[in-house]
Antibody, heavy 121, light 107 residues
Framework: EVQLLESGGGLVQPGGSLRLSCAAS????????MSWVRQAPGKGLEWVSG????????YYADSVKGRFSISRDHSTNTLYLQMNTLRADDTALYYC??????????????WGQGTLVTVSS | AIQMTQSPSSLSASVGDRVTITCRAS??????LGWYQQKPGKAPKLLIY???SLHSGVPSRFSGSGSGTDFTLTISSLQPEDFATYYC?????????FGPGTKVDIK
């Protein structure tokens, strides 16, 4: 059974940093591209970032480019999202998600339950 | 980035009704489109992938169609557990982009 468990969310001041983690299990982690998707309170879904199965290709939404960095550790089957220079509009529930493919864009077939990030002074 | 639009943004329907939601891409995306269902306080769930393929475990009352720029999600006979928000997602290219969602509630 595919399981994705996010952690690392919390309250942070504007301009601050936070690192989210996603522990993956139930599938061959290195064979799947992974993504982060967020949802602001009461709003729709927004794709944030993606990384290929091998970790050599990364992709970002324009809204986070230059501030967020995605990475993965195959020794621990963990996906990360380093978030810097956080702004109030980054406040959202952040979901870890598995893509069905390895390198190119593919459907998201499994989701974690999310970790809440609140950016406020 | 490819822009996705959905219509309607919301609809009211009764149990047993046939419901249709449309999604349009700003450029051709072949059949690289998925449909997701999200209930309040829950993570989204994949219903349809590759525009018309039913994800494992999804009831057959859900179906999808379309290719290129225009896509449709149909629920043939709405059930009480189907009241939720539905999103389309293009996975043709990065950045992946979602439609704004369609909320289906009880009439």
């Amino acid at each position: 059974e595919v399981q994705l468990l996010e952690s690392g969310g919390g309250l942070v001041q504007p301009g601050g940093s936070l690192r989210l983690s996603c522990a993956a299990s139930g599938f061959t982690f290195s064979s799947s591209a992974m993504s982060w998707v967020r949802q602001a309170p009461g709003k729709g879904l927004e794709w944030v970032s993606g990384i290929s199965g091998g970790g050599d290709s990364t992709y970002y939404a324009d809204s986070v480019k230059g501030r967020f960095s995605i990475s993965r550790d195959h020794s621990t089957n963990t996906l990360y999202l380093q978030m810097n220079t956080l702004r109030a509009d980054d406040t959202a529930l952040y979901y870890c998600a598995r893509e069905a493919g390895y390198s190119s864009a593919d459907k998201i077939d499994y989701w974690g339950q999310g970790t809440l990030v609140t950016v406020s002074s | 980035a490819i822009q996705m639009t959905q219509s309607p943004s919301s609809l009211s329907a009764s149990v047993g009704d046939r419901v249709t939601i449309t999604c349009r891409a700003s450029q051709g995306i072949r059949n690289d489109l998925g449909w997701y269902q999200q209930k309040p306080g829950k993570a989204p769930k994949l219903l349809i992938y590759d525009a018309s393929s039913l994800h494992s475990g999804v009831p057959s009352r859900f179906s999808g169609s379309g290719s290129g720029t225009d896509f449709t999600l149909t629920i043939s006979s709405l059930q009480p557990e189907d009241f939720a928000t539905y999103y389309c997602l293009q996975d043709y290219s990065y950045p992946l982009t979602f439609g704004p969602g369609t909320k289906v509630d009880i009439k």
